[in-house]
């Protein structure tokens, strides 16, 4: 779960907040803490805390909140590398036979350590900040706190559409900075071409209150695909495909609108994807400026692709 939908000031204070949103002045003020400096700060937290795995679910949800509100990534990126290279650390305050204990196991490895190198609960929670956000993606407001007499409890501020799309933006850059082999696989690539190059455009319906329309949700949806391909593109083009038949054979083989076949991620499909790209690359009726060159560009890296698969 993820309290970013949560109105400001209704709960606790994440005490990892302050240290988390610190990193995106860290290239401006030198008095902010370094990335190195900030991770060990954290482990250090965490590991002497009594409930280390409610602790690290604070982290990482202080962590996805910053993300997803942010529109630089490359301080969280340096602050996951800082995190990486700490030491295993042996939780130190946890009471024996405690609900901490137990919920401790899920996240230190046989040694009874937690490993920072495997980012203890990042990846289960990624995996449902990103499924939340997309649900909640055509939300056209977060509600916010309000002062004064006049004040609605429900006053909007934020769209869920961007909470998702700079969410999507990170995890395409952590997944080529790791080449694949870090805490987003490639497949999330695959999931974001096939449901978005693989139809033929908005879904009609009638949008209900504070909800983006049809055709405001698949210009989204192009625009995380294009962002998906043209930043973690080659990640899953160099992925071994036996690989990807073995963990996800029933998703590369589902039939669907424009691609009703079942041989998986063949070159052809690849083929279809950068079509389809391109022609979203010149629709200038219903998708706007920035969204037809980052279409635009994403077609470019699946021509590149299938020419060094001819060269």
């Known amino acids: 779960m993820t309290t970013i939908f949560d109105v400001p000031g209704s709960g606790t204070p994440n005490p990892f907040s302050t240290s988390i949103q610190d990193l995106l002045h860290s290239a401006s003020t030198s008095s902010a803490p370094t990335p190195d400096e900030t991770a060990a700060r954290l482990v250090l937290t965490i590991t002497t805390s009594s409930d280390p795995s409610h ?153 209900k209150a504070h909800r983006m329309t049809p055709e405001q949700v698949w210009a989204l949806d192009v625009r995380v695909a294009a962002t998906w391909m043209r930043v973690g593109g080659r990640t899953l083009w160099e992925t071994n495909q036996e690989e990807l038949r073995r963990h996800w054979a029933a998703a590369l083989d589902e039939r669907t609108v424009l691609w009703p076949r079942v041989d998986g991620l063949t070159q052809e499909r690849w083929q279809l994807w950068g079509e389809r790209l391109q022609a979203l690359g010149t629709d200038e009726k219903t998708l706007d400026t920035e969204t037809r060159a980052v279409a635009a560009e994403a077609a470019q890296v699946v021509e590149g692709f299938l020419k060094e698969s001819v060269a």
């Not at 910053?66 to 990126?77: D, G, I, K, N, R």
């Open 55 to 207: 602790a690290l679910w604070q982290l990482w949800d202080a962590f996805f909140i910053a993300v997803a509100t942010s529109t630089s990534h490359a301080p969280f990126l340096a602050l996951l590398k800082a995190l990486r290279v700490q030491p295993p650390t042996q939780p130190s305050n946890v009471a024996a036979g405690s609900n901490a204990e137990n919920q401790l196991r899920s996240y230190v490895q046989d040694d009874g350590k937690l490993h920072w190198s495997k980012l203890p609960r990042f990846s289960s929670q990624w995996r449902d900040v990103h499924d939340i956000l997309k649900v909640w993606r055509d939300w056209d407001g977060v509600r916010t706190s309000s002062a004064g007499a006049d004040a609605t409890p429900d006053s909007l501020a934020s769209s869920g559409d961007v909470y998702y799309l700079h969410f999507c933006v990170f995890s395409a850059e952590l997944l080529k900075m790791t080449k694949g082999k870090g805490e987003v696989h490639p497949v999330w690539v695959f999931y974001a071409c096939r449901d978005v190059l693989e139809s033929e455009g908005p879904q009609s319906y009638q949008p």
